[in-house]
């Protein structure tokens, strides 16, 4: 979709960050639960809030870069805007479910509102789909996955010792 090698780069760039943070953030959540079980699984859920604000983050620099080599037509620069704007002109897997998530990234940002791990994670491999499919990002690549349940879920069931 990007033609400019250099655009790309950067975007992989971008993503690689993402996927760090996402990384560091389930490392740290379950190296906190493994020697304090009675920390709150709400710690978690916190924590997951940085990459979900990054990872549409990059889909915004991605959408901004195929504005500017003409692949849609947006009068603003802003996700919510961008998003409507390449609504018919550029494949999507779900837009409406991105389109969704710029609330949720707003309410994060502007109102300090925070949303649960699995639902973060699940936006974030709803970019990282949407990223892959434009070949932004290889499909190759061995990111984290979301996993089948929520982290509040599967401490809870552990009992302290």
Not at 2 to 11: D, E, H
Not at 87 to 100: E, G, N
Request: proline content about 4%.
């Amino acid at each position: 979709m990007i033609a400019n090698p250099r655009s790309l780069l950067i975007l992989r760039s971008e993503w690689e960050d993402v996927v760090r943070m996402r990384q560091r953030v389930q490392h740290l959540v379950v190296s906190t639960f493994t020697f304090d079980p009675s920390q709150s699984p709400t710690f978690g859920d916190v924590l997951y809030n940085l990459p979900l604000v990054l990872a549409f983050d990059v889909l915004t620099n991605v959408l901004l870069f195929a504005k500017d080599e003409g692949l849609f037509y947006s009068s603003g620069k802003e996700l919510g805007d961008l998003l409507d704007g390449a609504r018919t002109t550029l494949t999507w897997l779900d837009w409406q479910y991105l389109r969704d998530g710029v609330k949720s990234r707003k309410e994060v940002i502007q109102r300090a509102k925070l949303y649960g791990d699995l639902q973060c994670l699940l936006y974030i491999a709803r970019i990282e789909g949407q990223l892959v499919a434009w070949g932004i990002i290889p499909s190759g690549e061995s990111y984290n996955r979301v996993p089948t349940g929520s982290l509040q879920y599967a401490f809870k069931a552990r009992k302290p010792e």
